[in-house]
């Protein structure tokens, strides 16, 4: 009986997907690092990867999004290496994150410009003027933790990096006996928050991410400048797209005002925490005086 499930062909037990890299090399630097909660292909050639085929069970999204998050905060303790710092590098990932902020700064406030000229509003841009200002709030707590992450990463002298996943969501993990991630192909090596971006813009409808953080950083806590860029990056908002169905603007605004709800939530408890532990750091300086 031959099965298709998205981009994957199922026969039997066996599980075949298109070949679209050299993905043999992953799983053995994951072997090389004892790491094992990845399928181990039955066969890989020229054309195919085929795979044992893996029945799952039930699961509530925030239980596979426990069991993501736990096996990914693993893969980057186990993969984790500290090389020089590469400048170039740093300053470019600084000037693009800028550049775009300054491109969606331009953006908004033009159509902000463009709406408020109108006698009448349709839904979608009626709801996007009531929540613009948490637009700009968001683009300049992103320029502000890139800029602090660029004034931590430059006193130092080597960066952590970490194989990371490349592509985690909640549909790239299999909950059955055991526990495994899927979909290798973007894996590479790279600033471990790469994966915690990637997730979190992917499924952050469908999770509370405030305590999936506060998992992952109890099992790999991040650094400051890991810190600084994840939230940088995460309060980026996306530029709106409108086209001619109204229905579709309105449902698409949602997304991005839910999206700008969430992640300045999120935002704010970071800031608090920080608060609280600086503030714990000036007690202690005092009582040792």
Not at 59 to 65: G, L, Q
Not at 252 to 265: A, Q
Request: proline share 2%; hydrophobic share 30%; charged share 35%.
């Amino acid at each position: 009986m031959i099965q298709y499930k998205q981009n994957v062909k199922i026969i039997d037990d066996k599980l075949y997907k298109k070949r679209k890299r050299n993905i043999e090399e992953v799983y053995s630097f994951l072997d090389s690092r004892n790491y094992e909660y990845y399928i181990k292909p039955i066969e890989v050639n020229n054309n195919e990867e085929v795979y044992p085929y893996i029945n799952e069970y039930e699961t509530t999204n925030n239980e596979r999004a426990k069991d993501l998050m736990y096996r990914v905060a693993i893969l980057h303790n186990k993969t984790t290496e500290f090389k020089d710092k590469n400048i170039d590098l740093i300053k470019e990932r600084y000037e693009t994150t800028i550049n775009i902020l300054d491109e969606t700064y331009q953006f908004y406030y033009k159509l902000q410009d463009e709406l408020e000229e109108h006698e009448l509003l349709y839904p979608e841009e009626l709801l996007l003027l009531e929540n613009i200002s948490k637009i700009y709030y968001m683009i300049n707590s992103s320029r502000y933790y890139i800029e602090e992450y660029y004034k931590e990463i430059d006193n130092k002298n080597k960066e952590r990096i970490a194989r990371v996943h490349g592509n985690l969501s909640l549909d790239h993990i299999i909950e059955s006996d055991e526990k495994y991630l899927i979909s290798w192909n973007n894996s590479r090596m790279d600033t471990p928050v790469i994966d915690l971006i990637k997730f979190y813009k992917k499924d952050y409808e469908r999770v509370e991410f405030s305590s999936l953080y506060n998992l992952y950083n109890s099992k790999y806590p991040l650094n400051k400048e890991e810190i600084y860029l994840f939230f940088s990056l995460i309060n980026i908002p996306d530029k709106i797209k409108y086209g001619d169905n109204h229905l579709v603007n309105t449902i698409n605004t949602r997304h991005l005002v839910n999206y700008i709800d969430k992640t300045i939530e999120l935002t704010l408890q970071e800031n608090k925490k920080d608060e609280e532990s600086s503030n714990q750091e000036f007690e202690k300086k005092n009582d040792s005086v």
